[in-house]
Each structure stands twice: as C-alpha cells, then as structure tokens.
C-alpha cells in the first residue's frame, strides 16, 4: 500500500493506492501523528481500492480519528461501498463517511444551515451597538396605512414558538410586551411585534408582509420547504441594508452569500487553488457570519471589519479562473 498525500486548502488529503490490509494500520497512524505535528489536524482519508473489510483497518481509523479529535481536528473517509456498510454496521455512524473527495473536504466548512426561518423583529437596547436595529429608527407613519389592521392581526395570529422565562419590555417604553415568539412556518416573530406595528407604526420587510398578501392574510395552517432552525440572517442584512446596524456585518453576511455560492459549484481543483491561509481566511468569514446569524452571538464591528479586510483577496482567488 501507498500513501500519497497533499493539500486542499488547509485540509490535508490522504490517498490510499493498494489494497489495505490491517499490517498497514503503523503506517497510518505514524502518518497521522506526522501531519499532526505539522500543525494540520483535518484529514481526508480516500480509500480508493476495494478494501475488504478488515477489523484491523477498522482499529486503525479509530485511532486515527480519536488522535486527531484529541488535537481539535477531525477524519473524513470516502470509501467504497463494501467498506462503507462494514463500517457502519461496527460502529452506527461514527466514521463520518463522505461520498466523494469535494463532499468530505466542504463538511470542513462551517457553511451552516440552509431552509431556515427567518427571524424578525429582535432589537437594540438603547444606543447599544448591536447586530439588531433600534425600532425607533424605523417608525413610518405612512407605511401600509391601509394594511396595517391585518398585519396586526396575522402576527397575533401566529403559531407558538419558544416562551421565554421573563417579559420584552417596548422599546418606547410602554411596559412589558409579551414573552413568547410566533411564527407562520416561515417566519419567526416576538409576540410583542403586532404592539411596534399598531401603537408605534414600525414597519416591517416588505418580503415579509408579501408573505400575509400571499396567504391572504391568514397564517397558513402548515408551511412546507422549510426544515431549519430559526435564524436572524435575514433580519441582520435588512437592517444593514437600512444602515441601522454597523456596516461590517453586512458585508460580511454578504460575503458568506458569495462564498456558500462558490463553494456549491466548487471542484477539488478549485478548492486546491487556495492557500492554507487564504482556506482559514474565507472560513473565518463564516465563522463571524454564523455567529451574526445565531440569535445570542454578540461581536465587535472592528473585529468583523478586519476579518473582512483580510479576507477580499482570498475570496478574489476562489472567483479566479483555475
Ligand atoms: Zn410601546
């Protein structure tokens, strides 16, 4: 057996040639220990030969994988079906298996969830710097004067999502305004939303209002092609767009756009091209940009702006022709 090495990006990649045979579970693992010691701890482990499977090779990337999640990393292997199935039926799922070379290397990517709600209607407090807007920078007196009794009407309407133990309070200072989230399968609200729209005439995104036209203002009774969790994306690059949150977090919200839609399309090859570094710089982006999409993750605009800053020049190189 040979073991043929080389990187992608910041991942390095193991292949097998020859058959395996547990008398080869020293070399991997004295591989592994190398690259670990190299300071790479991502591992692509291809299989490529039919392997018979083998209670010695599977001793052998068990270790191999329990090293490395010791050092942060982790081990992906594409292997043949045969191999696959032996796996699976020894240890459940816990060799993650990948169906090709691109498929392993992305699942080192935080790209996130897809199909997620969206979640409106989170604010600052006060002056605060904060990823959400503050409502009263968004009161329109004549915004959808017309529809604003069913718009009222559909956030009541909405069904329940998460309680939460203690009340909002108005950000114009009217008390406490509800404790619960709702949501139409689609879009995720605070209970207290329909009270900003009615007393204080805030308006809402349009492609959220476009949602109640649609459903002729009644919340649809069940929502379909939408599987993830609740996410503030949306809200965040909204209010961005507005320039009512600090700007770098929508560049950067923008920026894992562009990434998510290379990468969908993205060969091996292309993936090749990157540096290590530049690999760390474009995953550092969506890194920040999940922590901007989950709901508790606070971040400074600096930090944000200079993750940005370094990471133009990467993103250039992954649209450059091969
Ligand atoms: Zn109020």
């Known amino acids: 057996m040979k073991v043929l090495e080389r990187a992608v990006g910041d991942i390095t990649v193991f292949q097998l040639q020859g058959d395996i045979t547990g008398a080869q579970g020293p070399t991997l693992r004295d591989r592994v220990d190398d690259i670990i010691a190299s300071g790479s701890i991502q591992v692509v482990l291809l299989m490529a030969e039919p392997s018979h499977a083998d209670e010695a090779v599977l001793d052998a990337l068990i270790d191999c994988r329990k090293t490395l999640l010791r050092h942060g990393g982790d081990l992906r292997i594409v292997a043949q079906l045969e191999f696959a199935d032996y796996a699976v039926k020894r240890l459940g799922g816990w060799l993650p298996l990948c169906s090709s070379e691109t498929t392993a290397v992305l699942s080192f990517w935080p790209i996130g969830a897809t199909g997620c709600m969206r979640v409106v209607g989170l604010w600052a407090h006060g002056d605060e710097v904060s990823k959400y807007p503050n409502p009263r920078r968004l009161v329109r007196p004549e915004w959808r004067t017309l529809q ?87 809200w965040v690059e909204w209010a961005s767009a507005l320039g009512l949150v600090p700007a770098p977090f929508g560049t950067c919200l923008g920026m894992r756009h562009e ?59 992954l649209h450059a022709p091969v």
């Open 148 to 234: 604003r009794v069913q718009i009222a009407s559909y956030l009541r309407a909405g069904k329940a999502g998460i309680s939460w133990k203690g009340f909002s309070s108005c950000r114009f200072g009217c008390g406490a305004n509800g404790s619960s989230d709702l949501t139409d399968g689609i879009w995720y609200w605070p209970e207290g939303l329909a009270h900003y729209v009615e007393a204080h005439s805030v308006c809402l995104p349009e492609e959220f209002v476009e949602t109640m036209a649609a459903h002729e203002w009644h919340v649809p009774p069940e929502s379909r092609g939408v599987t993830g969790p609740p996410t503030v994306t949306f």
């Open 259 to 317: 990434i998510k839609a290379l990468l969908r399309n993205a060969t091996t090859e292309r993936l090749s091209s990157l540096s290590a570094p530049d690999t760390q710089r474009l995953k550092r982006i969506l890194q920040l940009a999940g922590i901007l999409a989950s709901w508790e993750g606070v971040l400074e605009p600096s930090e944000v702006e200079g993750a940005v800053a370094d990471a133009k020049p990467a993103l250039g190189r």
